[in-house]
């Protein structure tokens, strides 16, 4: 599976943007996919998951009313929707698959779970 993120990009703060991960591949083994973002200096952040067959969705708690995940399987594609930015949403935002077998929420939000990654797309938020 390969995975490619786009729509990362400066935006001030308060604004929006939404970012894509587009998969390939053996898509088919695809359980779940996450995103996740990492500033430099810091621990890598979780910042939601989104079941592969059903849609359902799990995020960190301060992303919680202001990103959404959504996916189109038609187009092998998850989206992450952001509102609201503010500076320290700052970050290179990543997007992970988790492939062959489900796996525990708690795995998948601890981030060692994931059998694919993304290179990841930058998200500067100016002040």
């Known amino acids: 599976v390969q995975l490619v993120e786009s729509g990362g990009g400066s935006v001030q703060a308060g604004g929006s943007l939404r970012l894509s991960c587009a998969a390939s591949g053996r898509t088919f083994e695809i359980h779940a996919m996450g995103w996740f973002r990492r500033d430099p200096g810091k621990e890598p952040e979780f910042v939601g998951v989104v079941h592969w067959r059903d849609g359902s969705t799990y995020y960190g708690d301060s992303m919680k009313g202001r990103f959404t995940i959504s996916r189109d399987n038609a187009k092998n594609t998850v989206y992450l929707q952001m509102h609201t930015l503010d500076p320290t949403a700052t970050a290179v935002y990543y997007c992970?698959?988790?492939?062959?077998?489900?796996?525990?929420?708690?795995?998948?939000?601890?981030?060692?779970?994931?059998?694919?990654w993304g290179r990841g797309t930058q998200v500067p938020v100016s002040s």
């Open positions: 992970a698959a988790s492939a062959a077998k489900p796996r525990t929420l708690e795995a998948l939000v601890r981030g060692r779970d994931y059998n694919y």
